[in-house]
């Protein structure tokens, strides 16, 4: 269990994180997201020691963090945002230099992960591509098995098929009993493979949820073909208008008030869809600066 509790940081004057709180389960993969200087980073580098906070406590897998980092170091596996390692050394002696740090490391499975990715071993690392840096930082993140997983922005860089990859490892690991938290302001990816989000705006989570609550609980997209009479539904958001259909935003409380008014009206066809993450996420973002 990783569990992150009211956790704040400022940077002399300058807002880090407010007020952040998580907790992740074995087995399960939650999602960080929002946009630039949200606080992602800032939390993620909180977790792994690397900066002090002000307020709240982080423990993973019961230990106290920055306290007991050295007793659990070993069982984290992290991706920083910028992936550096030793300038000019070559790739494949950087994770035999990498190896040593750990016991029983299971060299097929590094062979594995290097061929999955396309990673070229022979050469040094400041010869390498931004993606393919990343690449480097994903396997010697999690060549050692973790029991935590935490990448910032993992696929930052990464095209979009080696993005596909990256999901692929992210959910075997997972079936390996990994916990894991990743960052990213790429809403589709959060929606593909995490279990549970948490939006953070301005050092806060304003929302967390599984993606499938989140969209359920959310506001509809219900879309009127050839509806007669629209000065009926004055009160509620339009979405989209067109000759052929009007589709309004229906918060779920006014579900019911919409469906009367509805049924006093004449239509051809209706259509009722829940929103994307993307959608629930702008949403959010925009109603919160009104
Ligand atoms: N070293 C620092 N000194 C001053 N302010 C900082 C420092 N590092 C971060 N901040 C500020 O803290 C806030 C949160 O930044 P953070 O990097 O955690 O956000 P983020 O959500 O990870 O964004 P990004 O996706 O751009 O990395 C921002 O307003 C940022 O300017």
């Not at 070993?74 to 002696?93: A, C, H, R, S």
Request: aromatic share 12%; glycine share 6%.
């Amino acid at each position: 269990m990783i569990k992150v509790e009211h956790i704040k940081k400022y940077y002399g004057k300058y807002l880090g994180v407010e007020d952040i709180s998580f907790k992740i389960k074995k087995g399960e993969i939650y999602g960080l997201i929002g946009p630039n200087g949200a606080g992602k980073t800032t939390t993620i580098r909180a977790m792994m020691g690397m900066i002090s906070i002000d307020k709240g406590e982080i423990t993973i897998g019961g230990k106290k963090i920055p306290h007991d980092l050295k007793k659990i170091k070993n069982q984290i596996g992290y991706l920083p945002g910028e992936v550096n390692f030793y300038e000019t050394m070559k790739v494949k002696d950087f994770f035999d230099f990498n190896d040593r740090f750990y016991k029983n490391i299971d060299k097929e499975y590094e062979n594995e992960l290097i061929k999955l990715l396309e990673l070229e071993t022979n050469k040094k690392f400041k010869e390498l591509s931004m993606g393919n840096k990343k690449k480097v930082g994903i396997i010697q993140a999690i060549i050692h098995k973790p029991d935590y997983i935490i990448f910032d922005e993992p696929t930052n860089g990464l095209d979009p098929l080696l993005q596909q990859k990256l999901y692929g490892i992210l959910k075997r690991e997972k079936e390996r009993g990994a916990t894991i938290l990743f960052s990213s302001h790429i809403l589709s990816e959060v929606e593909k493979i995490c279990d549970r989000v948490g939006i953070v705006k301005k050092g806060k989570i304003i929302k967390e949820n599984t993606i499938d609550e989140l969209s359920k609980m959310y506001k509809k997209a219900i879309s009127i073909y050839k509806l007669d009479d629209k000065n009926k539904f004055k009160d509620f958001e339009i979405k989209e208008e067109t000759d052929s259909f009007i589709t309004y935003f229906v918060k779920n409380q006014n579900l019911n008030k919409f469906f009367d008014i509805l049924s006093s009206c004449t239509y051809e066809d209706i259509e009722i869809k829940r929103p994307s993450l993307e959608e629930i996420f702008i949403d959010y973002y925009r109603s919160d600066e009104e």
